[in-house]
């Protein structure tokens, strides 16, 4: 699949705004006139056009239905854990924004590194938004098709998290992003019990059913933006 196609959606113009005063930046953007070989703007991200998606914390659960809106958004528990499932496809898209039903919201993202060599097809940036306070901590997991669940026990030992994760906090003054393809575009984990972690990028074949585990401990809104540029992880 060519780059060229992978981003042709970023042509989308945003459809989602969140009200905040302090940080107009909060809503997606799709700026093409930028040039992508710009320095990097006063937000710490990269300048260009890139896909926006807003996590928002949400004190109580949606009852509407949220999926095949293609937002720019998910909602999530503002204290506890919700699910974002994983789906792997050409574009960019929010298949269920509801992540606060117990059937986890759905999001729809290219394969990051169908080589597994260890530099991706795009990056994905991170900043916590919002009023300051809470923190999240963000983590992507799968399950181990060669290893069935005993139901007898309070674990469920075919499922695989990755030892990095991404947390987030909101602290007071100007929040910049980082970069955290390595956090959410892979898992490592040491499955053939040698002892050190291997890497496992999404949609990886050895493992299924990929997701992003959030934890929420009160933070408004966590701001996510794909951009075509790679990034070499270890």
């Not at 991170?126 to 674990?155: F, H, K, N």
């Not at 892979?186 to 499955?191: C, E, G, P, R, S």
């Not at 050190?196 to 929420?216: A, I, K, M, S, V």
């Amino acid at each position: 699949m060519r780059k060229a196609q992978l981003f042709a959606l970023l042509a989308i113009p945003a459809l989602f705004t969140v009200g905040c005063s302090e940080d107009q930046d909060i809503a997606p953007s799709a700026d093409l006139s930028a040039s992508k070989a710009a320095l990097a703007t006063g937000n710490g991200a990269p300048s260009g056009a890139h896909y926006g998606l807003n996590i928002i914390g949400v004190p109580k659960g949606k009852t509407a239905t949220m999926d095949g809106n293609s937002g720019h958004r998910i909602f999530v528990a503002l204290d506890g854990n919700s699910k974002i499932l994983l789906a792997e496809g050409e574009e960019f898209k929010v298949l269920d924004a509801n992540g606060t039903d117990g059937d986890g919201a759905k999001f729809q993202l290219p394969n990051p590194d169908p080589d597994n060599d260890g530099t991706t097809v795009y990056s994905v940036w991170a900043r916590s938004l919002g009023t300051p306070g809470g923190s999240s901590v963000m983590t992507t997991c799968a399950t181990d098709p060669t290893i069935t669940d005993d139901p007898t026990t309070p674990e469920d030992e075919s499922l695989v998290c990755s030892t990095d994760n991404l947390v987030s906090v909101r602290s007071k003054g100007k929040s910049t992003y980082t970069n955290v393809s390595r956090d959410l575009l892979y898992i490592y984990a040491d499955l053939d019990g040698d002892g050190t972690d291997e890497r496992y990028p999404l949609f990886d074949d050895r493992l299924e059913d990929y997701y992003w585990n959030y934890d929420n401990n009160g933070l408004k809104v966590l701001s996510l933006r794909f951009y075509e540029q790679p990034t070499t992880v270890d």
